[in-house]
């Protein structure tokens, strides 16, 4: 992370994000200009005082209402967000709402169908399913946020975002064709692993090929560390590191990666039966049979998994940048982070794909005061502010996405270990990221949650050698087969 470093691809079409290095100084959070005109003149020809920065009227209260998912990103740093400004903007006041099970919290008030009492500005983490907010988006629900691209934001020397998040606008996902939430972050997963374990046992620690990644498994598990783990009751972790990114690799490595991109963005099936997908399914399958996951997989918990990294009882993770953050107050003071990629094919020069996932963002409910609307957007761009940014990568122990943020290498400084393994690996690699969550068309029939949660599912006994993953990718592709022809 030190002098240049090029954070490639939140996504995998056109999405490079470079981090360049020119000098920034701290500066007060006031744009040269707004693209949010505000009146001067009230009803009458009253003069009204309005913010220079967005136009908004100074001397109106206006209280919103915020739920924030307290995930293992902490709150540290929205609380910073929040209160520098409220502190710039004392006329608008926020009432926040943290939690956990931020989405059942929400699902209540949508259920309850009263306006008023429903959050102003809140979490777009709604639980498992993705129909719920599509659902949001058509009916009206929630406003579209695409319009802040081209809003400068207020520490951005006449910038706007677009130009201050590299290629973020184009990794966005969308509900119905629109963006609805702006993510504030972005997370790369992969393996984290104990480094102190690595460099006392002369492991490698960037295997280059699949056969080197396989005797890397094979010298852990001789030394009786076991060599993976992830956690059984969350299987989908076990994605984080062999998931959507190696079978964008195994495209790539084939030839198809134009056609696979285009065939997952637009879910063209088949999907789980597509070589890529078989490809991936019989790795973790050639893994398990060697016992690379620790037994009882299924009974561990997220934390319980990360808690046998750091003891030394394994000697990697399958997980995002964010472990650090989350397991801060069980970390040994020997402890130090790495990070790498599985490599998925045979040749030392094959680019390696991470899984980019930017951060979730937060929606806006249409049926409040206009007033209260323009608030919360600009509540949202602030959280762009680069202040706000070194707080989120400092306390969250995930990357910012504001692409001037390497230029200080005060902030640089302050980045925790673990993402910095990531920025580490990254400079010292050919990589690639790939986003499982963007693709342009999103399915509301039950059968493609079904069909999702059932390989999920099934990865428990396909990591533990048992079963064969072809018949169950085969029943996976019929339930997506059927939520594809229902879209239809």
Known sequence: MKGKVKIWGLTLLAIMLVISLAACGSKEKTPETSSTPGATTGTGGTETAVYEENGL????????????????????????????????????????T???????????????NNDEDMFDVFSTYLGASAALGISLAQEGKIISQEDLWDRKLYDGDGKTLRELTTGLDKATPTLIGKQYGLPYGQSVTGLFY???????????????????????????????????????????????SMGTNQMYATADISGNLEKFNDDYKQYKTPFYMSPESINVHNKIFELGKKKAFPDGVAALSHTQS??????????????????????????????????????????????????????AGHYIWAAKPELNKKWA???????????????????????????????????????????????????????????????????????????????????????????????????????LQKAVDAQK
């Open 377 to 479: 957007q600009e509540f949202l761009l602030w959280m762009y502010n680069l202040d706000v940014q070194q707080k989120f990568a400092e306390t969250a122990g995930s990357l910012p996405v504001r692409a001037d943020f390497m230029n200080d290498e005060a902030m640089v400084a302050k980045l925790q270990e673990a993402p910095k393994a990531v920025l580490e690996y990254m400079k010292n690699n050919k990589v690639k990221g790939a986003s499982p969550g963007l693709r342009d068309v999103t399915l509301t029939d039950p059968n493609a949650d079904k069909a999702l949660k059932f390989m999920e599912e099934a990865l428990i006994d396909i990591s533990a050698g048992k079963q064969d993953p072809l018949p169950k990718l085969e029943e996976a592709e019929k339930m």
């Open 57 to 96: 009227p100074k001397d109106e209260k206006v209280t919103l209402k915020f739920a924030y998912w307290e995930n293992g990103n902490g709150r540290e740093w929205v609380d910073y967000a929040l209160k520098t400004f409220q502190e710039k903007f004392p006329n608008v006041k926020i009432d926040t």
């Open 306 to 359: 990360q808690m046998q990294l750091l003891q030394g009882q394994a000697a990697m993770a399958s997980t995002g940048e964010w472990v650090q953050n989350e397991m801060k107050d069980s970390i040994p003071a020997d402890f130090k982070w790495g990070f790498m990629l599985i490599p998925i094919g045979d040749n030392p020069d094959d680019v390696k794909y991470y899984s980019s996932h930017p951060g």
């Open 194 to 240: 104990n480094k102190s374990l690595f460099e006392k046992n002369g492991w490698n620690e960037n295997p280059k090929t699949w056969a080197e990644f396989n005797t890397l498994v094979d010298t852990i598990k001789a030394a009786n560390v076991i060599p993976i783990t992830f956690p059984g009751k969350y299987p989908g972790y076990l994605q984080f």
């Open 98 to 112: 943290y939690s956990p099970k931020i989405d059942t919290i929400i699902g209540t008030k949508l259920a309850a």
